[in-house]
């Protein structure tokens, strides 16, 4: 039988407010433990919660980039569950009244476009952390993270296989990262997700029984998780089995979900209203001043690049995929006004250095004056472009600029003709067999005699005018 | 003249004028807890020392010949549940047995401002949970007029120090009429201020909706004093209202002519004491011979208050007592294997029996299944209850009604947490309303037991209700009459 895959995603995101949620402690991430916290999000008693408003704004912020109705009015309300990273052993959220509802972003995918809808989004309070693993048998809490700023953004269950749920979360990041209102970074906690995964026979209206896995906190994992539960989902249902409504745990080690609990055991939360936190009535001026304010789009951006900048919708997409990355090559134009020519360098050289080092956009070393002093080097002929390539390496690891690597490592291009000349009579003397051989009408023969001369540079020799002088010399030779 | 006798602004006069030192003062109130306290149990904590050094500071102003304020010097008992900078605050809880706050609550911080002294902290029921200080989980206090009877709650320690004399003044609490009541059964009087108009920050939180700060004291004019001291805006407390803050002793008018007093239809029917009724008679009475006027009114919706009360009271106290969990402050079990076994040993031998029945009801109210049914529909009743007295205030001034449909009762007569609930009957449709409300004496019964009277104001309209128990208080002379112990 064929299935269809059915995928809601629940994302979410701290706020890169610089305080927290309900107080006024530094929301920053910080390796030592319970420096960041005051009575009140320790939940001494008496206490009492003040609403951070930059956190509301970063939330509406979210509403408005992902297209959705911000609220007039909206409400915390209290989601109760003990556990010893949550001190009030309730978590400020919002369940009946959140902040921003019904909205969509587009994904890109293989078969084109596809309208993703936003439930909604909310605002929350994070919870601290338990730390297992110092003593065999305590657990520590460090609670600096305990009332940090969330939201929660909440899919339309409009996913149709993992790879959308993977596409929709990087493109739900790459907008955060455009507005600028979380640092979204994963190994921090500072993105997670939730993933509901069910499956149904093609052409069936009703949702097949759905699964959820919380908490995984990279892309990577998730979308193993997804494509993991769509295959366990359908080998139940092909054996005649019954997916069973479960929360389960993923273990990204061992690649494999394991059951954590049915809803029958599920958590009553008991929601309700916060009375120590007034309900909001949300200006529609300061919503629509945040409109005004609001950067461009990943997706306006692209538009742009295609436009003016006149680059294949290909290059715009992957230059436009994080805002890091779009932000060094507009910088780069500044300084350089060949936009093809930084694109082909950002998305194939650049991209491929990133990676293979595992640096983050955001944290590219080599500045935008370096690498473009660079291409000007290739440009001007001073050294051939696949010299460039190593020298870009170099400038990675060293830190140094384009100039002084060439410089220290004698890779100027040799350009010249006497020179060149001398070298290529060497060559031509040591390999008679390719001579003869182009002179038999083996036109091949003279690729390996360009090799040859490039090898016997090093590189540096400016292919132009080996090509133009080897042909001059064989083409003499021919003539005696 | 024993000086422990004093009010507030009868001592405040004689500091002015040197006539007593601040030291004397202080020295005076505390002899008098060491004579009576064994008696009475109102304290939990007692701070001798620390008062007798603020008084030496408040000396100093006075012989410098600063201005000093009308609270300075004056020995004070803060109920249990408010926060005091290094001075244990417990709840009456043996959750909270040795808990010290790193903090002070906002309405400490002004009185200390003012140069008020704390002279200890006094008993209530279980994280003010009840209506008799029998919940506590130290001690039973005691009614000074009748040492077999209870002081009321929850704040009866705060209510049976001011009237045994440990204290000039006392905070207490009102989530249900916690203020009102114990005022009433000690002879005093309490106000509960509007909700919002004095900040909770550092209240220790039983109901957050409800929950006001107000002052128990032993006349009107130093109800005033104490609620300008504590009043207004505060930033910490984001429910706290930036309502403008009035001099209420310019509320002090010995006059009603014009007023108009409304009596809610039934209230003084059913459940209610013939003495006690008489005595709110004759105060109706004494109002209409003083020129007001008496204007049947009708809270149609009063008769659901109790039941709205106890659904919202507890759902609330659930949440707020969810954070005893015994990780990082507080009593923690000792035996325990897992985490569920500490979360749950900790919680049964931590609180007592009518917080556990509160969380209970509470956690029922509030869960998926019950939420629409009760805590929903309580959320409607609570507004159209609040409606209703929007509706009555348009037509009059101030309402008029017992604190209490008895006086104080026997220590052990209400085993019956029912009967006990309903003891509240007068004192909760303020509070779910928010509005301001007070309780002054108007009678003693044939035991010889106070009765209390309680009026009701409009939203911030404290100066009214004030101006009335002023005019009262002026034209009788129950509150001059003292316990004898």
Redesign the interface.
């Known amino acids: 039988m064929e299935y269809e895959v059915v995928i809601g995603l629940e994302v979410h995101a701290e706020l890169s407010t610089q305080t927290k949620l309900l107080c006024g402690c530094a929301a920053e991430f910080v390796r030592e433990p319970n420096t960041h916290c005051c009575?009140v999000c320790?939940?001494?008693?008496?206490?009492?919660?003040?609403?951070n408003k930059r956190a509301v704004e970063y939330a509406i912020k979210a509403g408005l980039a992902l297209n959705c109705d911000i609220s007039e009015y909206t409400r915390m309300d209290?989601k109760?569950y003990?556990y010893?990273d949550l001190?009030?052993?309730?978590q400020v959220t919002q369940h009946y009244h959140p902040l921003c509802k019904n909205g969509y972003i587009d994904i890109e995918t293989e078969d084109g476009v596809r309208r993703i809808g936003i439930t909604q989004i909310h605002l929350e309070e994070d919870a601290g952390k338990l730390i297992h693993d110092q003593y065999e048998t305590e657990s520590l809490?460090d609670y600096n993270r305990s009332g940090v700023p969330l939201i929660e953004i909440v899919s339309e269950p409009d996913l149709r296989s993992p790879e959308e749920g993977r596409i929709f979360l990087e493109t739900i990041k790459s907008i955060l990262e455009y507005i600028d209102v979380s640092d979204c970074k994963m190994e921090e906690g500072s993105l997670r997700c939730d993933v509901n995964v069910s499956v149904r026979p093609k052409g069936q209206k009703e949702y097949g029984v759905r699964s959820e896995m919380k908490n995984l906190n990279s892309f990577r994992a998730a979308h193993r998780a997804m494509e993991y539960e769509v295959k366990r989902h359908i080998s139940i249902l092909e054996e005649g089995g019954e997916v069973l409504r479960e929360t389960r745990r993923w273990d990204d080690n061992l690649g494999k979900s394991f059951p954590m609990r049915t809803k029958e055991e599920a958590n009553?939360?008991?929601?309700?209203p916060?009375?120590?936190?007034?309900p909001m009535y949300i200006d529609k001026e300061w919503v629509t001043k945040l409109k005004e304010e609001m950067p461009e789009l990943p997706s306006e951006r692209r538009e742009r690049y295609i436009k003016e900048y006149d680059l294949p919708e290909y290059d715009a997409g992957v230059l436009t995929s994080s805002k890091a990355l779009a932000d060094y090559f507009e910088e780069c134009l500044t300084l350089y006004d060949d936009p093809k020519n930084i694109s082909n360098w950002v998305m194939g050289d650049i991209l491929r250095i990133t990676k293979e080092k595992d640096i983050a956009h955001e944290d590219i070393s080599v500045t935008p004056k370096q690498f473009t002093d660079l291409l000007r080097l290739v440009d001007e002929g001073i050294i051939s472009g696949s010299i460039g390539k190593n020298v870009l390496e170099d400038m990675f690891d060293t830190g140094k600029d384009a100039d002084t690597i060439v410089e220290e490592k004698g890779l100027k291009q040799i350009s010249d003709e006497g020179e060149l000349l001398e070298i290529i009579r060497k060559v031509l003397q040591d390999n008679p067999q390719s001579v003869e051989d182009y002179l038999s009408g083996k036109k091949k023969a003279m690729g390996y005699l360009v090799g040859q001369t490039m090898r016997a540079t090093r590189g540096k020799a400016n292919p132009q005018m080996v090509n133009k002088i080897l042909k001059e010399e064989l083409d003499g030779l021919k003539e005696k | 003249m024993e000086l422990y006798k004093l009010t507030i602004h009868e001592a405040n006069e004689l500091l002015r004028k040197k006539e007593i030192s601040a030291k004397q003062l202080t020295e005076s109130v505390l002899k008098r807890i060491e004579q009576v306290e064994d008696k009475i149990d109102a304290f939990n904590t007692i701070t001798a020392e620390k008062a007798l050094e603020e008084a030496e500071v408040v000396d100093k102003l006075i012989a410098q010949n600063e201005g000093i304020s009308s609270l300075a010097g004056i020995p004070m008992a803060v109920k249990d549940n408010i926060c005091t900078l290094d001075v244990k605050t417990t709840c009456s809880s043996n959750m909270l047995k040795d808990f010290i706050p790193p903090y002070d609550a906002t309405v400490i911080e002004r009185l200390k401002r003012e140069n008020a002294i704390l002279i200890g902290k006094a008993n209530m029921d279980e994280f003010a949970m009840g209506s008799s200080t029998e919940n506590s989980a130290f001690k039973k206090t005691k009614n000074p007029w009748d040492i077999e009877r209870v002081p009321g709650g929850s704040s009866g320690g705060s209510a049976a120090s001011v009237a045994a004399d440990q204290a000039i003044f006392s905070l207490g609490s009102d989530t249900g009429g916690s203020i009102r009541q114990p005022a009433s059964f000690c002879g005093l009087v309490g106000l509960k201020p509007t909700y919002g108009r004095v900040s909770r920050y550092g209240l220790i939180a039983l109901a957050s909706s409800l929950d006001v700060i107000g002052p128990i004291t032993k006349d009107v004019t130093d109800c005033a004093l104490v609620l300008n001291a504590v009043a207004g805006l505060d930033t910490k407390d984001v429910t706290s209202s930036s309502n403008p803050v009035d001099d209420y002793t310019t509320a002090l008018k010995d006059n009603v002519k014009g007023f108009k007093i409304g009596v809610p239809e039934g209230f003084l029917d059913n459940n209610l004491d013939d003495e006690v009724k008489n005595s709110i008679d004759k105060a109706i009475k004494l109002y209409e011979k003083l020129g007001a006027e008496i204007v049947d009114i009708k809270l149609p919706h009063a008769e659901y208050a109790l039941a709205v009360y106890y659904i919202i009271a507890c759902a609330e106290a659930s949440s707020s007592m969810a954070r005893y969990d015994g990780i990082r402050y507080g009593y923690r079990a000792e035996d325990y294997k897992t985490l569920e076994e500490l979360y749950k040993k900790t919680r049964s031998e931590g609180f007592g029996s009518e917080v556990k029945r509160r969380i209970m009801l509470g956690n029922f109210v509030i869960s998926a299944d019950y939420y629409d049914d009760y805590y929903l529909k309580a959320l409607k009743v609570r507004t159209l209850i609040k409606e209703d007295f929007v509706k009555a205030f348009e037509k009059v001034d101030v309402i008029l009604s017992p604190t209490s449909p008895t006086s104080a009762f026997k220590m052990g007569e209400k085993r019956d947490p029912m009967a006990m609930y309903l003891s509240d009957i007068y004192t909760v449709p303020a509070n779910l309303s928010g509005l301001p409300a007070i309780s002054l004496p108007c009678g003693f019964d044939s035991k010889g037991l106070p009765i209390g009277l309680q009026l009701i104001g409009d939203l911030f309209d404290e100066k009214k209700i004030l101006q009335a128990a002023y005019t009262f208080e002026q034209n009788t002379d129950y509150h001059i009459k003292k316990p004898i112990l």
């Not at chain 1, 916060?274 to 007034?278: F, G, L, P």
């Open positions: 009575p320790l939940a001494m008693p008496g206490t009492l919660p003040r609403i209290r109760h003990f010893p001190p009030k052993a309730y809490v009553d939360y008991r929601y309700f916060d009375a120590d936190i007034v």
